[in-house]
């Protein structure tokens, strides 16, 4: 018939609580030993957790549909959801707050590693080593850089610098006696329309014409010389 101790029952393999709450209070751990592998919650008869061994791993397991995942915790006295995972979105995460990562710790998508970012410890770093990085928006795209310059590199050899020079915007070839180009599409053509050649002190050639406004000068030397349109 069981054991009936005031309002519990303990009957063969179930421990029956009529009213209240039941509280397990030990000196030492409380040890869960499962030979069937899982430990499953339940509220009211309908199962809500599961959690069980799945090889060498841990699987913790919301089997009740679209139902979500949260983590909480107390954020000084406020109930806070630190995170989210949404079972009717195939377990999209969302974060409450920051995402902090160690140095060297990375944000990776894709199985292959294609996209990464990171902070080295003293830069911050996206790496794309497969593929293209593609910058899709829908508004603007704004590049504001306090140390005044915007660096371009290929396989760590710096190209060019795009540079605040005094409030002046620069723009400069930093590969020795490299040309700059200017180019674009001439009627399904790429043309270069013109050419300053760093090897020559950035003598400028142009593709075509050369055309001036009304009574504006080509002026040389000093500009004591000159031709006016």
Do not use: C, W
Not at 23 to 42: E, S
Not at 133 to 139: F, N, T
Not at 188 to 204: K, P, Q, Y
């Amino acid at each position: 018939a069981g054991v009936v101790v005031d309002n519990i029952t303990i009957d063969g393999q179930e421990i029956d609580v009529s009213s209240g709450d039941f509280l397990l209070d030990v000196a030492g751990d409380i040890h869960l030993d499962a030979d069937g592998d899982n430990i499953k919650l339940f509220f009211s008869g309908t199962q809500y957790l599961d959690i069980y061994k799945s090889g060498n791993n841990i699987a913790l397991f919301q089997p009740i549909s679209d139902g979500d995942i949260l983590f909480q915790g107390n954020d000084g006295g406020s109930v806070v959801a630190a995170l989210s995972l949404d079972m009717s979105e195939a377990g999209t995460a969302t974060f409450n707050h920051d995402i902090k990562l160690s140095d060297n710790g990375r944000i990776v998508f894709g199985a292959g590693a294609d996209l990464a970012i990171y902070s080295d410890g003293t830069n911050g770093r996206i790496e794309a080593p497969n593929g293209d990085l593609v910058v899709d928006l829908a508004g603007d795209i704004i590049l504001d850089v306090d140390g005044g310059d915007v660096i371009i590199k290929d396989g760590g050899t710096e190209i060019a610098h795009l540079s605040n020079s005094n409030s002046d915007f620069k723009i400069e070839s930093k590969v020795s006696n490299k040309s700059m180009l200017f180019r674009g599409n001439d009627g399904g053509s790429g043309i270069t329309a013109l050419t300053l050649d760093m090897e020559f002190a950035g003598a400028a050639t142009f593709n075509s014409d050369v055309i001036l406004g009304n009574a504006k000068a080509i002026l040389f030397g000093d500009g004591s010389a000159r031709i006016i349109g």
